[in-house]
């Protein structure tokens, strides 16, 4: 467990290299910076300055070593390592309104933005004419694209929307792929079907009245690519298996929405938004349920001091309540709400470390090893 | 001819009225009783007037709770919130603070203490289900 603060700024987003030696990350301006971790100490190397607008969305691609970055100027650009340098390459994505995020495919041969215009572009690269070539997903998207992620296949891709809804989109494209095999999502994929659509999250089996549903913060498949997670701004945390019975569990959690997620093993998820502390999920298949599995943050610990009566009486006059504990601060690492977590080692199926920033312009990184066991050892998994 | 088409009593009776999101079981009977309270708030939680668009539905149904609400002792507040499930504490959620947008003499102080409970029990995320949901009770 540890937390290096970069910054006084919110961390907008940010994105790993392959050997999780440096870190890309937008300090909420127009800028990249590149850190690279030198001992205990981080160093900034490089700074990537080319959009007009913050940047809101970086990916690294680990293969093939390039950076796709798109900001609010309804730009893209594609940075790869000439020498020393990094040298961009703009990508004319055709929207009218900011880009919000992006992601590589995982064979990384495109890549998907998702946007306030209302809909989803898959670039790709053209070898004739040498450029980025895009294409549109618009139906049926209602509303800005938050969140974006891949599945193993390098063709469908789950996004999750302003309009409340999840959905899992093809974006297979002839030019540079075969045709997919079937999955449990599906078997016809031609590009841009909807291959699945949460309704509101809990309108099946879970909460009752079904009434409801917020924006859809984070998406992300398992491993396998067989479940779906999303965190909904309703506060509520939902699991869809891809299959003929597409069942969704959802959980009603009692803390504030959850801004991100990420499958650490195929049935447990790490969670984390407004209430600033990553928070663990585990799903159960079997019942298909989701159940809170405790909060992976470890406060610092306060110091107990005994409260005199005269302080008693003041947070009586002022709080109408006599608590020991003024609360003043946080107890969690993270000072403001986190806004993007990422998997450093062990990818989504057996993670070790993983690592959110956020409005705090803080990074955390968690080696969870022991405790994930320990909670594995609690649930059947 | 078989209708009798000259009576227009037909068109006396107000459809809505008997609308099935509308029945709420007839407790204000046992209301006064405090053994019958914890069906009543069950009672009235049950089929809330979610789906429709009829303000007056809903102005009735409000009205109701209140009334269930404010019949609870403070001691008693507690139990009634535990015996809920967590739709049950959502939909509550959202009813005090409906009755909070219309405050009467007494009515803020009980909601208070009902907030209070029903908070320790939902927590902040039945807030937020509150605010987020869009269909309103």
Known sequence: MAYHSFLLEPISCHSWNKDRTQIALCPNNHDVHIYKKDGTKWIKIHELKEHNGQVTGIDWAPESNRIVTCGTDRNAYVWSLKGEVWKPTLVILRINRAARCVSWSPKENKFAVGSGSRLISICYFEQENDWWVCKHIKKPIRSTVLSLDWHPNNVLLAAGSCDFKCRVFSAYIKEVEE???????????????????????????????????????????????????????????????????????????????????????????????????????????????????????????????????????????????????????????????????????GGKSKCSTFCTTGMDGGMEWSHGTSRYTHTHTTHTV | MSKNTDSNQFRKVDVDEYDENKFVDDEDNGESQVGNLMEALQAVLKNPPINTKNQNVKDRAEALVLKVLSAFKSSDIEKAVQSLDKNGVDLLMKYIYKGFEKPSENSSATLLLWHEKALSAGGVGSIVRVLTARKTV
């Not at chain 1, 999250?201 to 009752?208: D, E």
């Not at chain 1, 869809?240 to 009603?252: F, V």
């Not at chain 1, 005199?308 to 969690?332: H, I, K, P, V």
């Open chain 1, 179 to 345: 045709k997919p095999g079937p999955t449990v999502w599906g078997s016809k994929m031609p590009f841009g079907e909807v291959l699945f659509e949460s309704g509101p999250s809990g309108v099946s089996g879970g909460a009752g009245d079904g009434a409801g549903g917020g924006w859809v913060h984070g998406v992300c498949f398992s491993h396998s690519g067989n479940r779906l997670a999303w965190t909904s701004h309703d506060s509520t945390v939902a699991i869809a298996e891809g299959g003929k019975t597409s069942t969704i569990s959802s959980l009603s959690s009692e803390t504030l929405p959850l801004l991100c997620v990420s499958f650490i093993t195929e049935n447990s998820l790490v969670a984390a938004g407004h209430d600033c502390y990553p928070v663990l999920f585990v799903y159960d298949g079997t019942k298909g349920s989701v159940t809170f599995g405790g909060k992976l943050d470890v406060p610092k610990q306060t110091s107990q001091r005994g409260i005199s009566a005269r302080e008693r009486f003041q947070n009586l006059d002022r709080r109408a309540t006599s608590s020991e504990t003024t609360e003043q601060g946080l107890e969690s690492l993270h000072k403001n709400s986190i806004s993007q977590i990422s998997v450093l080692e």
